[in-house]
């Protein structure tokens, strides 16, 4: 009976792409002022927005994955992705574009 080496299978590691929802993270709340009318009315919520970044930190599309509830806030969470970009990127995205899904917060304080 020969003795066979164990076959071993090397499972390609996904990338770690969260320094690039970070770099937008931080970018997002430099610029974020509370829309007049939501904080007129009160309103909060958490808008998710699915932005798609190109490798050359330009947004090539944005949106609303899960509403705030609240059009004012769900319009403002994409126009403010529209002023975050184009970022300028630490590493190399390794493909032409990827998909970042991003919770942009309406507090009052």
């Known amino acids: 009976m020969m003795n066979h080496p164990p076959i071993t299978r090397t499972i390609p ?9 970070d770099l937008l993270k931080r970018r997002i709340m430099s610029l974020q002022a509370y829309p007049r009318l939501a904080r007129m009315q009160g309103w909060e ?6 932005a798609t970044i190109k490798n050359d930190g330009s ?4 949106i609303v994955t899960e509403s705030s509830g609240y059009a004012s806030l769900d319009e403002d969470a994409l126009k403010l992705m529209q002023k975050a970009c184009p970022i300028r990127l630490q590493h190399d995205l390794g493909q032409s574009h990827i998909e970042v899904f991003l919770p942009v917060h309406y507090r009052l304080e």
């Open 45 to 50: 919520g958490i808008v998710v927005v699915r």
């Open 13 to 21: 590691s996904k990338p770690d792409y969260g320094w690039l929802k």
């Open 59 to 62: 947004l090539l599309d944005a």
